[in-house]
């Protein structure tokens, strides 16, 4: 797994702090959670609604920054940036980088989750 995915100390200090267990339910959580909030910045992004595209990206950028996926939350805070904005023109590109980002996350973090450990 690449360090460029998941800071894991950022990981590890949560996973201290919630417990393996509870950790996997947060995770199952997110992996169901992720596409839908995908899901919602590409309908947002299609009606040129930039408060529910702002929406969508700080909730990415909440969860994904409190596992540790630092570049992924990066990419989620400029889109949220860009929402707040009203800067939807040209983002499609952004949004793009940020569901190939999430991607390879969500196996990073599957496979520290089944590391238990």
Same mark, same amino acid.
């Given at each position: ?70 570049? @992924?939350? /990066?990419?989620?805070?400029?889109? &949220?940036? *860009?929402? %707040? +904005? ?11 980088? @940020?569901? /190939?980002?999430?991607?390879?996350? &969500?196996? *990073?973090? %599957? +496979? ?6």
């Amino acid at each position: 797994m690449s360090e460029r995915l998941i800071d894991l100390p950022t990981y590890e200090n949560l996973k201290g702090m919630m417990g393996e267990d509870f950790i996997g339910e947060l995770l199952d959580a997110y992996f169901e959670d992720s596409p839908r909030l995908i899901a919602q910045l590409r309908q947002a992004l299609a009606d040129r609604d930039a408060d529910s595209f702002r929406t969508a990206a700080h909730s990415f950028k909440s969860t994904s920054a409190s596992f540790g996926a630092l570049n @992924l939350a /990066a990419i989620a805070r400029a889109l &949220e940036q *860009a929402g %707040k +904005e009203g800067a939807l023109d040209g983002i499609g590109p952004r949004l793009e980088e @940020l569901c /190939a980002e999430y991607g390879q996350v &969500e196996l *990073a973090l %599957k +496979e520290l989750r089944d590391a238990k450990g």
